[in-house]
């Protein structure tokens, strides 16, 4: 099983270029997130996914944009990189909460993203 | 609004010494708790959670943690560490919705 796959898992960017993260999920899960990770912080929920077509705003959504047009992929976007949105990026899934109460979240290996 | 606190940054026991990481929580509504575990260069992992069946939750690799309502607790144990136990650690909290709120975490360090 290959549960959550991320790609690229490194990146590189100049200030204002832009980029998209992939996030594959094989486990059928309704729920998708983007976070990012950053030393002392934490995990901060960027933007979520309840269901295929659907998305909404996390605690830091501001500069990403995300898109889930098939239930199994989730992209975050950053339209015009800025240093402050160097990271670790980790993209999670789960199942809906109405099922299994409890909202397990299986992770990918991240995505390291620095902008000069 | 529910929020994470982990006492502690940096954790360091010898190898064989008792475990134990620090999280206290803040929830309007009954929580359930996690303990996630991350080893370097991966994802995060499920150690173990609490959903409201028993206080007293044993995860995976010996780790077990006590859901304390009194004083807002989920503190994490291990009663004897080994050095493959060196990772970071994460609380985290949720209402039983789509939202998961994460602790800052707590690195662990196992000396020989």
């Known amino acids: 099983n290959a549960g959550v796959t991320q790609t690229p898992k490194f990146r590189v960017l100049k200030t204002g270029q832009s980029m998209t993260l992939l996030c594959a999920q094989d486990?059928?899960?309704?729920?998708m997130y983007w976070y990012r990770q950053d030393p002392g912080m934490g995990l901060r929920l960027i933007h979520y996914?309840?269901?295929?077509?659907?998305?909404a705003k996390g605690e830091v959504p501001d500069g990403y944009n995300v898109s889930r047009l098939k239930k199994q992929n989730f992209l975050l976007g950053l339209e015009s990189a800025a240093p402050s949105q160097t990271s670790v990026y980790f993209c999670?899934?789960?199942?809906?909460?109405?099922?299994?109460?409890?909202?397990?979240?299986?992770f990918g290996a991240g995505s390291r993203l620095t902008v000069l | 609004a529910q929020s994470v606190t982990q006492l502690g940054s940096h954790v360091s026991v010898s190898e064989g010494a008792l475990v134990l990481l620090r999280c206290n929580y803040s929830?309007?509504?009954?929580?359930?708790l996690f303990w996630y575990v991350q080893y370097p260069n991966q994802g995060l992992q499920l150690l173990l959670k609490y959903t409201s069946a028993a206080t007293l939750v044993k995860g995976i690799n010996g780790f077990e943690a006590e859901f304390k309502k009194s004083e807002t607790s989920f503190h994490l144990t291990k009663p004897s560490a080994h050095m493959s136990d060196a990772a970071e650690y994460f609380c985290a909290v949720s209402d039983g919705g789509f939202k998961t709120i994460f602790g800052a975490g707590t690195r662990l360090f196992v000396k020989a």
């Open positions: 999670a899934s789960s199942y809906s909460h109405r099922l299994s109460g409890a909202n397990v979240l299986t």
């Open positions: 486990m059928n899960h309704e729920y």
């Open positions: 929830s309007s509504v009954p929580p359930y």
């Open positions: 996914s309840v269901g295929e077509g659907t998305t």
